[in-house]
């Protein structure tokens, strides 16, 4: 029956995209349905006239990673071909999660996936949140798996979509290495970041543009971005983690009385639906009795919230990852009962451990004979 559901979403994808996301791109209906394809657009038409590798250096910055979406770009040129594209990879990230998990509830799964309007723009623009959910779908295997071979595709694939995820994964694997417990981890996270961030703002100032670092959603967002420069991130950060989960929905009659609000879908209808998608989520696991700290996935959330709730842009667009990952908590209990002890050896080591206990055993009962 999901399928079904998913095989009609698709029909709508495809009539859709030609009455409404295509006239959206070119321009002729008066209604924006992307969130940054036009600036992607434009890195790939820079990249074609500097030198795809000079211009490749030039797209890898602290503020605005480009190079990905932009690659995408130069090498497929047209919006039909992006939203095939990306389909694939909606399927290729199903597969994965198909493959690891024998029990995945796709009917929990789809309908939450689905209903999230980043997943219509992610299927039918150029974007990076396509990546985000193959990103989502590569974590979830890793957490099952802890191949090292996946945990470097996911660092490279991360590199060239947000240097912030591949801080995140990175750290997230080194507090599991040094078993620093989740609270501890909060603990040394809340501290560094509030200690160090003021000097990395002054350090990268110059990378990151005046958009991003003087300019906030609202004036609240401002101020918060003012007091977080004095080292008062670890007061700031539920302040910062409410408002990217219910800035729209305490406002939710915003984007139907400003008409241009209204048609500019990206910050006004999708960020509503979206941060009602998340609370969804968040309460459904709370239901389930799922915020389980010393669940790994619930581990990984909390370093991510971490260090995203740290940058001075608010996004829930950033929170997508986050989303998949948590839809797939829901829908297979081999994510549930994870355990992060039982994560940190690497399923090598514990073949060994058990080849090696059963060869003492047996050992014992031959000699007990």
């Known amino acids: 029956m999901a399928f079904c559901w998913l095989a009609i979403y698709l029909a709508f994808c495809a009539v859709s995209f030609y009455e409404f996301v295509e006239p959206s791109l070119n321009g ?22 500097q030198g795809t590798s000079e211009a490749a250096v030039a797209l890898l910055s602290l503020a605005r990673n480009l190079i990905l979406p932009a690659i995408v770009a130069l090498t497929l040129k047209s919006a039909a071909h992006f939203a095939i594209f990306n389909i694939a990879l909606f399927f290729l ?8 998990f024998s029990r995945f509830n796709w009917y929990i799964f789809l309908p939450i996936i689905l209903a999230s309007p980043t997943t219509y723009q992610a299927l039918l623009t150029l974007n990076k949140e396509i990546f985000v959910f193959l990103s989502a779908a590569l974590i979830a295997r890793w957490f099952k798996t802890r191949s090292n071979l996946l945990l470097g595709i996911l660092v490279v694939l991360s590199l060239a979509l947000r240097w912030e995820q591949a801080l995140v994964i990175l750290c997230f694997v080194f507090l599991l290495k040094t078993k620093v417990s989740p609270r501890h981890a909060a603990l040394l996270l809340l501290v560094g970041i509030s200690i160090a961030y003021p000097f990395a703002l002054a350090f990268v100032s110059n990378d990151i543009p005046e958009e991003v670092r003087g300019v906030s959603s609202s004036e609240f967002y401002r101020q918060i971005n003012q007091l977080q420069n004095y080292g008062l991130y670890f007061v700031l950060v539920i302040p910062k983690m409410v408002t990217a989960l219910l800035s729209q929905v305490v ?11 209204l048609h500019d879908l990206p910050t006004g209808p999708f960020v509503l639906v979206d941060q009602l998608c998340m609370c969804f989520v968040v309460i459904a696991a709370w239901v389930r009795r799922l915020w389980v700290i010393d669940n790994p996935v619930v581990y990984f959330v909390l370093v991510y919230c971490l260090i995203f709730f740290a940058a001075p842009e608010n996004s829930p667009r950033y929170l997508y990852l986050l989303f998949v990952l948590m839809a797939a908590v829901l829908s297979s209990t081999e994510l549930q009962s994870l355990r992060v002890e039982r994560i940190i050896e690497s399923p090598s080591n514990h073949r060994f451990k058990l080849l090696l206990s059963r060869r003492i055993f047996g050992s014992r009962r031959i000699g007990a004979l």
């Open 28 to 49: 002729t209906n008066g209604w924006r349905v992307y969130a940054d394809s036009d600036v992607y657009m434009g890195a790939a038409d820079f990249m074609r006239g």
């Open 93 to 100: 990230a199903m597969g994965i999660l198909a493959r690891t």
């Open 251 to 261: 406002r939710f009659w915003t984007p139907f009385v400003d008409t241009a609000r």
